[in-house]
Nanobody, 125 residues
Framework: QVQLVESGGGLVQAGGSLRLSCAASGRTFSSYAMGWFRQAPGKEREFVAAINWSGLNTYYTDSVKGRFTISRDNAKNTMYLQMNSLKPEDTALYSC??????????????????WGQGTQVTISS
C-alpha cells in the first residue's frame, strides 16, 4: 500500500507556472507507475499525465503537451508536475495516483489503486 500527498497548488495568473509535488510513503514507490489527474467543478475527473516506474517513459493528454512535464525521483519517493504557460481552463483540483497492475499509459481512473487528496490549482485570466 502507498499513501500519497500532493502539494504546490495555488493561485497564479494566466501564463504563469506552478510545480506540483506528490510525496509517497512506503518503500515500494518505484514499483508503481504514477499519474496526475484533475477535476474541475461540475466536470468529470480528467487524465493529465502518466509516468512509468523508472521515469523514462511519459504520456500526456493533448491539451497539456508542450506545457506540462511529469517527472519522478524514486530516491525521494516523489513525483512532480511542472506546469508552464498556464491557462484559465487548467483550473482544477489536481490529484496524483499510483498504478501497479496496468499499463503506465492508463488514462482511466479505475486503473489506479491509490489516490491523494488533491491540491487546488486556480488560474486567473
Amino acid at each position: 500500500q502507498v499513501q500519497l500527498v500532493e502539494s504546490g497548488g495555488g493561485l497564479v495568473q494566466a501564463g504563469g507556472s506552478l510545480r506540483l509535488s506528490c510525496a509517497a510513503s512506503g518503500r515500494t514507490f518505484s514499483s508503481y507507475a504514477m499519474g496526475w489527474f484533475r477535476q474541475a467543478p461540475g466536470k468529470e475527473r480528467e487524465f493529465v499525465a502518466a509516468i512509468n516506474w523508472s521515469g523514462l517513459n511519459t504520456y500526456y493528454t493533448d491539451s497539456v503537451k508542450g506545457r506540462f512535464t511529469i517527472s519522478r525521483d524514486n530516491a525521494k519517493n516523489t513525483m512532480y508536475l511542472q506546469m508552464n504557460s498556464l491557462k484559465p481552463e487548467d483550473t482544477a483540483l489536481y490529484s496524483c495516483a499510483a498504478n501497479r497492475d496496468n499499463p503506465y499509459r492508463s488514462t482511466q481512473p479505475l486503473a489506479y489503486a491509490y489516490w491523494g487528496q488533491g491540491t487546488q490549482v486556480t488560474i486567473s485570466s
